[in-house]
Structures are given as structure tokens and as C-alpha cells.
């Protein structure tokens, strides 16, 4: 492919091709960080989740003087890089001829096999060419440089990571060809029918006990960027309804969730707490002297254990007044490890994930 080089624009272009690098190579870090959490709390990583968190892959960023191709794959034989080839032409040109490297040092003609154009992004798990040429995750995007919310799309790569383990949650079957897009739009679509159900319960005075069980059905609501582990036995004392690990902090995060009553009161008449609530505090107090007791024990079930926090849902805020708002959030602001959330908290909660998502939607597509 014919390259001659005009210095003044190839400074121009490798300017505008550095910004992306350096989100690509931001995402890749995030991804191997993500890995090594990852992998501690499931024994199964690497079989369940490789093409969430792959390893050994290389990205490729091809700068033209209108736009640009990122082309992501395993079969590169610079693994682990992210590489940068700038080009005196304009992007149609490089359409028609986009080369991929190949481990043995071939390129291959991928303008043969699928026709791009800006705006574009094609993802296929593996494909092979004339039997002897394998293909691994091969993602391929083309922008054009004004494209400013493809950028932006890059940028936003922990965003894609806790879309992901959202999709892991509501075990979403993953096709060896599917679009960010698409899987997308697969989990909102999910979450809005969960809050809809969810709050068809709320609305429904007569069964308060189905809320609970809706709860302890759906974790997922609850911790949505989590890894769900139900019914966690803490020795022969106590059993919580669920254990989340968060792999999106700086390691991993347990917390420790225990699902009462939806009619469970609150508040007196007087504006105190209730005994159900001060017997519901002393839960979490009784949760922590145990596992300073048993850390070591614990650990050899929840690899990384350190301190761990505590969530009690329980009872409803439908019928706070201000001052039960402000007492309760006090309460919340004060404890070092353990918060309390009433049903309708959790579902505001998903309500807000489901309208950040939407507006996310509604950027990619416009």
C-alpha cells in the first residue's frame, strides 16, 4: 500500500491518532487490572469470561488524513501492544484495502471479507480463512475524526466492563458475533422489566412477602456491577442472603447482604427508631465481631477478604416525612461499614442505572 509521506500532515494526523492511543492503551490496562480481581473470586475465569477479559491481544490503530480504522485480535504477533500506522490518504482508500497482521507476518485483505464503512463495527469471536488462517476476537471500528462520540465510547471503557458483568448476572448467552450495541440494549431491556415487576410488588399492598422473595430472585438489582454468590454460611451462626464481590475498586470488595421484611417499621410515632431496626443494626455488629473472629477461616471461601461491608434492606419509605429522611440518611453517614436501605430505595436506585443507561443508549445512536 502506497504511503507517501507529507510531513506537515502526518504531524497532524498522528496528533489526532494519539488521543485514541492513549484511550486504547488506558483500556487495556483496565482490562488486565480487572482480570487479576477477577479471577480470585472464580476458579472458572478463564473458560466462562476470556472474551470479556482477554489476554494476549494486540490493538492496531490505522490514522488517516479523514479518520481512523481500530482493529483489536489475538492473532497478532506483537501480543499486548497497542500500535499506531499513520496514512497520507484518506479512509476510503484504506477501506479498500484494510490490512490485518496476521502472527507469521502475513496481512490479510479484510476489505475481502466484509465491507466497512465510517461509523462501522463489526466483532466476530473466530474466523477462518482458507483453512489455515485463524481469526480470535477480532473487533474492527472505523471513525471518522468527527466522530467525536466514538472517541468517547473508548474513553468510557470501565462503563463497557460493568456492562459486562451486568450481562454475566442475567447470564446473557453470548454469540460468537454480537455488538456492544445489541448486548446493550439486551440488559436494559432486562432491567426495565425487573423495575417494572419490581414496583408492581411496591404498589400492591397485599403482598409484601413477595417483595422479599423478588429480592432474594433477583440479586442483581440490588449490586448490579457484582458478582453474586447466594445463601453464604458465615460457620454455624450466622447465614447471609447473599455475599457480592465488586471487582471495580481497587480489589476486590465484599459485601455482606441481608434481605428482612418490606413491612418491617421503621420509625415510631415519635420519630425513633424501632426495635426491628435496632435489632436489624445489631445484626451487622454481631456480622462484624464474627468475622474478626473467623477473617482467617473466611478467606479460604472469599479470596481477599479484608473488611467487608454490610447492607440490611428492610421496610418501606413510602410514608417518611422529612425528618424520618434525614434521620435515616444521618444513620447511613455515620456507620463506617454498614448501610440500610428501605425497598423503595432500591427501587430509586435501579430507576437511576436505568436512566443513566438509556442516556448512554440514546449518545451511541445519535
Known amino acids: 500500500m502506497s504511503n507517501k509521506l507529507n510531513p506537515a500532515l502526518i504531524r497532524i494526523i498522528k496528533k489526532k491518532v494519539d488521543v485514541i492511543k492513549k484511550l486504547e492503551q488506558n483500556y487495556w490496562v483496565e482490562i488486565g487490572n480487572q482480570r487479576e480481581k477477577f479471577s480470585h473470586i472464580d476458579p472458572d475465569f ?3 469470561f476470556q472474551d470479556i477479559f482477554p489476554k494476549e491481544q494486540s490493538s492496531l490503530i490505522y490514522g488517516c488524513i479523514d479518520g481512523a480504522v481500530l482493529i483489536r485480535h489475538s492473532e497478532n504477533q506483537n501480543a499486548n501492544t497497542v500500535q499506531v500506522q499513520t496514512f497520507n490518504f484518506w479512509l476510503e482508500k484504506l477501506l479498500k484495502e484494510l490490512p490485518i497482521p496476521y502472527k507469521d507476518g502475513r496481512l490479510i485483505n479484510f476489505s475481502a471479507v466484509a465491507k466497512l464503512g465510517p ?12 483453512d489455515e488462517i485463524e481469526l480470535n476476537n477480532l473487533q474492527v471500528t472505523v471513525f471518522r475524526y468527527r466522530e467525536e462520540e466514538k472517541i468517547l465510547e473508548w474513553e468510557d471503557a470501565l462503563n463497557d466492563i460493568r456492562l459486562a458483568i451486568l450481562g454475566m448476572n442475567f447470564n446473557i448467552h453470548r454469540e460468537n458475533e454480537t455488538t456492544p450495541t ?30 422479599q422473595i423478588f429480592l432474594k430472585e433477583h440479586p442483581i438489582i440490588v449490586l448490579p456491577y457484582s458478582k453474586i454468590y447466594p445463601k453464604n454460611k458465615l460457620g454455624e451462626d450466622f447465614i ?14 465484599y459485601t455482606f447482604v441481608e434481605i428482612e421484611k418490606a413491612n418491617m417499621p421503621i420509625f415510631t410515632k415519635d420519630g425513633e427508631f424501632t426495635a426491628e431496626f435496632t435489632h436489624a443494626q445489631k445484626q451487622t455488629l454481631d456480622w462484624d465481631v464474627w468475622l474478626e473472629q473467623n477473617i ?3 478467606r479460604k471461601k472469599l479470596s481477599g477478604l479484608e473488611k467487608p461491608n454490610f447492607l440490611i434492606i428492610a421496610g418501606r419509605s413510602k410514608s417518611f416525612n422529612d425528618n424520618n429522611r434525614g434521620i435515616l440518611r444521618a444513620w447511613n453517614r455515620r456507620q463506617n461499614n454498614a448501610e440500610f436501605l ?13 436512566d443513566n443507561l438509556q442516556t448512554e443508549q440514546k449518545k451511541n445512536s445519535a
Open 119 to 130: 461509523g462501522c463495527t463489526i466483532k466476530i469471536g473466530k474466523l477462518i480463512l482458507n
Open 182 to 211: 445489541k448486548e446493550k440494549h439486551t440488559i436494559l431491556e432486562t432491567l426495565t422489566n425487573l423495575k417494572t415487576n419490581f414496583d408492581e410488588l411496591l404498589n400492591s399492598s397485599t403482598r409484601e412477602e413477595e417483595l
Open 342 to 354: 428501605t425497598f423503595d430505595d432500591i427501587s430509586y436506585k435501579l430507576g437511576e442505572l436505568i
Open 296 to 298: 482467617d477461616y473466611l
Open 240 to 253: 447471609t442472603d447473599f455475599v457480592f464481590a465488586s471487582t471495580l475498586e481497587q480489589g476486590i470488595k
Open 46 to 48: 478463564e473458560s466462562k
